[in-house]
């Protein structure tokens, strides 16, 4: 039933009830929206559908994406978060030339498809070039003690210990591109990136470059469910 049938429904009902009499086959409740089709997620990933571009050519039909921090590692995130970003680039909270109008062009299955697709894949995490240590000691101590002088709260609070993430709505950073990570900090700083304006618009704002650069590098070479040590 869409809303506007429903809506008309229950107006019904209410003038029914008004004249004492019965109301005769009115839904009152909407039934659950259908489970995602993977099937069709994994088509529009490898295939793209309509103006929409395959995902795979940048994220990769793994959810790895290629390697060079320009685009995200979706694999194993939430489909809930992938869900939500999708419909930010829809909105205008989030812009970006190439995944805007992509969005823009599926469905809202169509993005739920997607977004269950990668959320139920694996893919492994690449051997990148190591930062300097000092960096990552700085971003380590910063995701997991965060900054009293800055009045920033540990990056852990919200993204688990290690940057696990806190699914459905909090993603994971453990392995996510440092470049990315840092693109996105700099996307906040900017107001440019209108989601979580209370929380990570206000975190950004308080971060250096330098503070940027650290938990970037740090939360990159943290492995899936390993917790690195920073060399001395």
């Not at 419909?87 to 995944?99: E, L, P, T």
């Not at 996307?187 to 308080?206: D, T, V």
Request: glycine share 12%; with cysteine; charged share 15%.
């Amino acid at each position: 039933m869409t809303r506007n049938r429903f809506v008309r429904s229950a107006a019904g009902a209410i003038v029914v009830a008004g004249l004492g009499l019965a109301p005769i086959g009115v839904a009152y409740t909407q039934t659950e929206p259908p489970a995602p089709d993977l099937k069709r997620g994994a088509a529009i990933v490898t295939q793209g559908t309509g103006a929409a571009l395959a995902c795979a050519q940048c994220h990769a039909s793994n959810g790895a994406s290629d390697g060079s921090g320009a685009f995200p590692r979706l694999a194993g995130q939430s489909s809930y978060y992938l869900s939500q970003q999708m419909r930010a680039f829809v909105s205008g909270d989030r812009a970006n030339a190439v995944m805007s109008p992509i969005a823009k062009a599926l469905s809202a299955d169509d993005i739920a498809d997607v977004s269950a697709y990668y959320a139920g894949v694996s893919a492994p995490f690449p051997r990148l070039p190591a930062a300097a240590a000092a960096l990552v000691r700085r971003g380590q101590e910063l995701a997991k003690v965060g900054s009293a002088a800055k009045s920033l709260p540990a990056c852990d609070n919200c993204h688990g210990p290690g940057g696990v993430g806190e699914p459905p709505a909090i993603p994971y950073l453990a392995g996510q591109y440092g470049g990315y990570i840092a693109s996105e900090l700099h996307m906040w700083q900017a107001g440019l990136r209108k989601s979580s304006p209370e929380a990570m618009g206000q975190i950004a704002k308080r971060l250096d470059d330098q503070d940027i650069a650290a938990v970037a590098a740090y939360y990159q070479q943290v492995g899936s469910g390993a917790e690195p040590v920073a060399s001395h």
